[in-house]
Structure formats: structure tokens, C-alpha cells
């Protein structure tokens, strides 16, 4: 499953980051985080979608509390 969700994120560099971060995690088939749309894009597969969502928004609030994902 590829769901697109809304992020605000302050820089590129913290979106370059929050995408390697979400990329470690287990699960993660592909991940990516835009600095200039403010779209954060997981994929990963349908039974651990969810698990795996939560995971990556909690790696993204780890490298860059102030940002927002909107689930």
C-alpha cells in the first residue's frame, strides 16, 4: 500500500533526514518526505501498513519535533 499524507516540515534537511529515518524502519518498502510540496509518501505492505505508519511518525517527531503529519 502508497498513501500520500500532508507534512509541514521546516527544511530540506530535516525532510532528507526524516526520510532516511523512515526508510530503517522494518517494513518500509519506500518512503519520502518533500520539503517543497509538504507531502510525506510511505509504502509499505497492507497487513503492517498501520504499525508501520505509527513507527514513522514517531521517527519523523525524533528528528524534527515541530513537524506535522496529517493521518
Given at each position: 500500500m502508497k498513501k500520500?499524507?500532508?507534512?509541514?516540515?521546516?527544511c530540506?534537511n530535516?525532510?532528507?533526514k526524516?526520510e532516511e529515518?523512515?526508510k530503517?524502519?522494518?517494513?518500509v518498502?519506500d518512503?519520502?518526505?518533500?520539503?517543497?510540496?509538504q507531502k510525506?509518501?510511505?509504502?509499505?505492505?497492507?497487513?503492517v501498513?498501520?504499525?508501520?505508519?505509527?513507527?514513522?511518525?514517531k521517527?519523523?517527531?525524533?528528528?524534527e519535533?515541530d513537524?506535522e503529519?496529517?493521518?
Amino acid at each position: 500500500m502508497k498513501k500520500t499524507f500532508k507534512c509541514e516540515v521546516d527544511c530540506a534537511n530535516c525532510a532528507a533526514k526524516m526520510e532516511e529515518a523512515v526508510k530503517k524502519i522494518d517494513g518500509v518498502t519506500d518512503a519520502r518526505v518533500n520539503f517543497m510540496t509538504q507531502k510525506f509518501m510511505l509504502e509499505a505492505a497492507d497487513d503492517v501498513f498501520e504499525s508501520v505508519l505509527k513507527l514513522a511518525v514517531k521517527a519523523c517527531k525524533k528528528v524534527e519535533p515541530d513537524c506535522e503529519i496529517e493521518i
